[in-house]
């Protein structure tokens, strides 16, 4: 009933306590019928070998302390009692991975053994020493240091955790906060993925239905291009938090209605408003904790996703807003795909249908990178990779978001090049012009991309990077399976079979009044849940009382627009996706909602739902609102995030980033002394046309009908600012030659 062993699980009480039906039972059974095809289960031997392989490196571990302990000096008994322990967490931890799978792991050792000595010094030598290791690479720097290698052929990746304890128990228990006391900022950050991991076990109600729907929101992200951390999207531990929340709000549900909730759920959400499985905790080590309301560069986090263990973090602040607006087109599609599966209109292998990035836009930025030699070409691309989510955040800041960018997750190779890949992002620009457009620059864009790129202190001869526009057209054949580029269907064809694919899930969702097949569920009575209730809980913060935030796109910064006034760019207003957010939000803040009062995050008067035989279908448009109500409710909280521009929030991101390159590097700047020519950006200029027309149901192929962009002649920064002679008898364009705006605009940072 939404608690285990008699607690609460979550900030708010559950959305639904309503049990499965036959119906859900056979759906979630074809749904682990259908992951189990895709092979997202390891075999029995390789779950062996796993185990093996952790035993083995535990026992290397003891005998790495107990060397290191005889070697400092400590007496027989202590060298004896000396000890460090394997712990795992992530994917393998949860009960998620797949078949070669990586396995994330900590070893947490005692005070006298160092990282920077012991661990990436002496327990590297004696790994290096083994041949069942190999691909060995240690990553010292690392925000969270790591120590990577495959151990058998298993994929290890190694954390360190040192501990203000002279001898490290069998039994050490590291979800205990005391466990943190003494210990250094690195070694909070080890910690922090196996505290998060057992949190979220301890704090969903069935971790069978958990680990199943995970898995396949899992296998649903990489299919939609949206898994990936270090691109802007959202990796595994966010994942695992965003289905974690759902399993909450709907504690007695099959992973067949818990997928078909996380899209409802989710895309109503109004972010910034943070997914939170917990209260956020003080503590008492005086550790900083994510709080909008004290911390000012947690006030600009786009989708807040905050982590249960203390101390508590944003694990999603890579986020972008371009990042941001493709998750949320991908939510909104997966959404009527589930409606339109419960009316038996659509199926798994349609939610789960790859994104066709390649044929989304019709331009690209390509960027390759090359190397010398295989093990440079790992620390280059390691570190370009780190990189190139600040190259989509400079495109969209010295654009003011007019152009977004969609990075795929994920590199290429061209098998005749040795030591190369090549990552691309996809170009849109947002709006359509109405009187044309002023030539603007962006190199200095690119520039600025590159010196960051230069920052790299373990730069060598080789290591290249060159940045090019490319048509959809011009795309290398090594980016298309097996190195065949489709044929291209004809516009008549592709127009026609982009409507259809437009049409089908919204004929599906209306008709669903005619459909005989329609599902009653066993509800908690939202219903009854919604009249007995008085409405939100307005949570104190020390600013008064907050009010949700408007959607993301639906923001605009007066000061923004004045700067772009006259770079005659204009849009044809909001898109589908915005006009729907506005109407919502709009129908939200309509509505008649009494407040109650609330302590510690925790509602007051908790909403009784008293009617679990009342039948209901969840089809019903009156428990669709009630749940509408339900989830803004949730969101009435405390840590409700300021909506600041991308502008503010890059600027800050810089100056943090500034410093702690100033404090990592110690005023090393090897990097920086490279030639230009040895970091070559081949910039290619562009116009983009104009979009002609648009379709209302534009979630589910986001990208159809996206404007051109042409290759033109590289174009010069006006000295006077003066727009460009009118276009006649042609499409308004905008354009655009991949170089800053503010060398353009006299934009000042």
Known sequence: MGSNNGRRLGITDPISLGGPTEYDVMRTSELEKYLREVNLYESQEEAVSREEVLGRLDQVVKNWVKKISRAKGLNEQLVQEANAKIFTFGSYRLGVHGPGADIDTLCVGPKHATREEDFFGELHQMLSEMTEVSELHPVPDAHVPVMRFKFNGVSIDLLYARLSHWVIPEDLDVSQD?????????????????????????LVPNI????????????WAKRRGVYSNVAGFLGGINWALLVARICQLYPNALPNMLVSRFFRVYTQWRWPNPVMLS????????????????????????????????????????????TLRIMKDEFQRGNE???????????WNTLFEPYAFFEAYKNYLQIDISAENADDLRKWKGWVESRLRQLTLKIERHTYNMLQCHPHPGDFSDKSKPFHCSYFMGLQRKGVPVNGGKPFDMRLTVDEFKH??????????????????????????FVFPGGIRPSRPTKGTLERRQTSELKAPSQAISDATDDGRKRKRVDDGSDACLRNSKGFAGLPSSSGDVQGSPPVSTMSSPSLNSKVDHIDINGLGESSREKTENNYTNGLRNSSIAEVSSQNGDMDRPVKCNSPNKDLSPDTSSSK????????????GPYVAHQASQLELDELEDDLELRNQVKELGGNTQGSSMESSSVNTAVVGAVITSLSGGGSSASLFTNAGLEEL????????LSNGSPPAPVGQRKPIIRLNFTSLAKATGKST
């Open 178 to 202: 005391s466990i943190l006391q003494n210990t250094d900022e690195r070694t909070v950050r080890s910690l922090n993925g196996c505290r998060v991991t057992d949190q979220i076990l301890r």
């Open 208 to 219: 069978q239905n958990f680990r199943t729907t995970l898995r396949c929101m899992r296998f």
């Open 279 to 322: 209260a956020i905790e003080e503590g008492s080590l005086g550790l900083q904790i994510w709080d909008p309301r004290r911390n000012p560069k947690d006030n600009y986090h786009l989708m807040p996703i905050i982590t249960p263990a203390y101390p508590s973090m944003n694990s999603s602040y890579n986020v972008s807003s371009s």
């Open 337 to 347: 795909i589930c409606e339109a599966m419960e009316k038996s209109k659509a199926d």
């Open 452 to 477: 960051s790129v230069n920052l790299y202190t373990l730069w060598k001869p080789g290591m290249e990077i060159y940045v090019t526009h490319v048509k959809r057209r011009s795309l290398p054949d």
């Open 625 to 636: 609102e009630a749940e509408k109500l339900a989830i803004e409710k949730i969101m009435s």
């Open 710 to 717: 042409e290759p033109s002649e590289l174009t010069m920064p």
